[in-house]
């Protein structure tokens, strides 16, 4: 039986220690034993998402998040900016359009971040503009953006800001409260070691005021409804009680590694990564490489999709390739989560051996010496 090693950008590991919460006896979720759970919970959310306001948990994956953060704050025809630099930016822009938004669409080159001069003007043009949709990283293309400098064009103004932040927080430094964004989203089965299922909504005051004045239908993610169960700690329906029995475990491990040598950590992993696929020659894809992920330029006349279906059938290592139009050009590589220094080595090792097996000419072990020096030096 073959081993499975995961090191796509979601899902990701779960460790044993959240595995064996998960798998706790079942219990009725409205009861002091659950609400003290979902409280401890609460708490633990707030220094994740670096927020004093309160972070929603809903029985669904991350998509469903991103959907309450258009249903929720918005009426039709509200003009929003959409910025998209890839497939994430896309999905915001496919929800907008089904609820009946005006969205505007930055569009970025692929692998590039946002220029905040471009939505500069781009807001001083449309002074009725209500959001600003952008990503934290944009998995598909494994790029960062720069979230900070687009919440100061946001901050003190009558425009929400909506930040996705489902594969990119805890790996890449998101300072909500601080840098001024308005609504976070993320999921489980990234940063958080969980397994997919749950996802993050967190929202600031202003975000709250929108929330009033929404027009649009909802009904399971109604954040109104969500907001007050939140309160007394509760939820408005049945909430994933074995996920959040994992995610308070996940919370434990995450506050004992703590957020900033989380980033630093990730930090370094992406850039031993790059420094590994330079060391073979090849292109590391994005222009603004994010510490959760990190795309590689597959070598001219191999398909990435090869790459990655060999590594997969014949070892059990779990890489991605690319989305959409770079479904061929790119293959993906993580470092998220409970991902560690040590997958990255036998994930190298293994990809100089399927790239020798498919004629790229390169020299052997030249990734591990790159990524041995990043680590050991
Ligand atoms: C940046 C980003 N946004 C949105 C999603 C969609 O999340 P989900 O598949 O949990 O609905 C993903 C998943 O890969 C993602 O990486």
Redesign the pocket.
Known sequence: MKRRYLLT??PSPVPSVIREAISQEIMHHRTDEFIQILQEVNEGLKYIFCTKNPVIIFA???????EASVSNFFSPNDKVVIIVGG??GE?WLEIAKSFGLQPLVMQIEPGFAPSTNELKKILQDNPDTKGVFT??????TATVFDIKSIAALTKDKNILLLV?????LIQDQLLTDEWGVDVV?S????GFMLP?GL?FICINKKAESFLKNSKLPKYYFDLDKALKAYQKNDTPFTPAVSLIMGLKKSIELIKNEGLENLWEKYKKMSLATQAAAKALGLEVFSKNPSSSVTAIVSPSGLNAKDIVKKLRKEYGISIAAGQGELEQRIFRIAHMGWINEQDLIMCFSLLEKVLKSLGYKFNLGASLVALQKSFYE
Do not use: H
């Open positions: 950008p979601g669904s994956s991350g998509t469903g998040a991103m497939k994430f999905r990503t934290l990283t944009e998995t598909s996705d932040a489902i594969s990119g989203v999921a489980s089965q990234k997919p996802s």
